[in-house]
């Protein structure tokens, strides 16, 4: 989770956006790679480019009678992402901010509040992505602050709308959201569920759910520890949701720029040139040549793990993160124990920022996180190349990030 911005303030509507479908015919569909095997290098693929031509290929048929496959029916549109004549976004420079490093800006303050306001008005259409974790919908307090219940809920509604209106047409929201519990009862509470709802739903934002993730964590502490310790009545609460919402059906986006590493058994396919085609118990037809063209990786899943669910089993980057919060290896863990800094409690993940952004953004697009935290998603923006905004209620999360910026890998990434 990055940071934690609180009072809900005023909701400033947005209209409702026109709908960006590309005019293009073709879709560019890539095959994943077939299920024979496991592991991998650790080693991540997601960081090349490629153009929506090499990601053209022959799909798997579906095979039911009387139809025609599915992918026969989907429409064809070509992944967009070109940065010719693109501009830096002028940041808002009222109120001043915190600190500008790398291309971004951390500004202090309530979110709501500061991106409805006039001085943020100039950023209405120009951010490509949001990407945050805010406070989750849990039914009791945290020491980072949060709203609970239908309190909850009308506050995450009022966000939407100025959100949205900061959107570009094409661009993105992901939002990382926990699970939560009814209090003092074993019982998980709907109110996750109906955040995403309240949120999607709210008026003038326009929004759509373009599609699910989950992010698995292992080493996640037991939770709720009343019912999984205390009383061994339920199982470990070991993942959260990451939804991706748009105004338009299609957004920017481009698997191709998020590719997972073949496993061993598909670069063996690759180098046989043959394998067991035909039909599937899943009435897929595999063809003869399906899987013999080397695109450089497999189309990523949208399963997250923070560490490998198998034991001996090689993570594959980007799907599996070697980057849980409980890590102590990582630049900014140990500069804020050097310094005798508590780190935020609830920080997101590396991995799972510099994936959507990659995924959804091109180098130079504006990234922004209205609750910044220890500024995970501006520091991956800036790795990237992206510009970046961060907002925070609290300073002292906002000086413990600019700790971030110190890492000497920062170097040898874009800026």
Request: hydrophobic share 35%; net charge positive; aromatic share 8%.
């Amino acid at each position: 989770m990055t940071g934690k911005s609180r009072r809900p303030g005023s909701a400033k509507r947005a209209s409702d956006a026109a709908d960006t479908r590309p005019k293009s015919k073709g879709m560019a569909v890539e095959e994943a790679e077939p299920l024979m095997g496991r592991g991998g290098p650790e080693k991540r693929a997601g960081s090349m480019k490629r153009s929506a031509n090499s990601a053209a290929a022959k799909t798997t048929e579906r095979s039911a009678p009387g139809t025609e496959p599915a992918e026969a029916r989907a429409k064809k549109v070509k992944p967009t992402h070109s940065t010719v004549g693109k501009k830096d976004v002028a940041l808002p420079q009222r109120p001043k901010p915190q600190y500008e490093a790398s291309g971004g800006a951390y500004y202090f303050g309530d979110s709501l509040e500061l991106l409805s306001s006039d001085s943020f008005a100039a950023l209405k259409g120009k951010v490509q992505l949001v990407v945050t974790s805010p406070p989750y919908p849990l039914n009791e307090k945290k020491s980072y602050g949060n709203l609970t219940g239908a309190k909850y809920l009308a506050w995450i509604e009022s966000l939407a709308p100025v959100l949205s209106e900061l959107l570009a047409d094409d661009g993105s929201i992901v939002i990382e959201l926990g699970n939560s519990w009814e209090k003092d009862r074993p019982v998980q509470s709907l109110l996750s569920m109906e955040a995403l709802l309240a949120f999607t739903k709210a008026k003038g934002a326009n929004l759509r759910l373009i599609q699910q993730f989950v992010c698995y964590n292992p080493s996640r502490l037991p939770s709720p520890a009343q019912w999984v310790t205390v009383n061994p009545l339920r199982t470990v609460d070991s993942f959260t949701h990451v939804w991706w919402l748009a105004k338009s059906d299609y957004p920017k986006a481009d698997n191709s720029k998020v590719l997972r590493p073949y496993s061993p058994s598909m670069k063996a396919l690759l180098k046989r040139g043959s394998y067991n085609a035909g039909l599937r118990p899943s009435e897929h037809r595999i063809s003869t040549g399906s899987f013999l063209k080397d695109r450089g990786g497999s189309i990523s899943h949208n399963l997250f793990e923070l560490e490998q669910m198998q034991e001996g089993r090689e993570p594959r980057l980007p799907n599996a993160f070697s980057l849980s919060n409980s890590a102590s290896a990582d630049f900014f863990h140990r500069a804020c124990k050097e310094k005798g800094i508590t780190p935020h409690p609830a920080r997101m993940p590396l991995g799972l920022a510099s994936f959507f952004i990659e995924f959804l953004t091109d180098e130079g697009d504006l990234v922004l996180d209205p609750f910044g935290g220890s500024n995970t998603t501006g520091f991956a923006a800036a790795m990237a190349g992206r510009q970046w905004i961060a907002v925070d209620a609290s300073k002292q999360y906002v000086e413990q990030s600019k700790l971030r910026f110190e890492d000497p890998t920062l170097k040898g990434g874009k800026k």
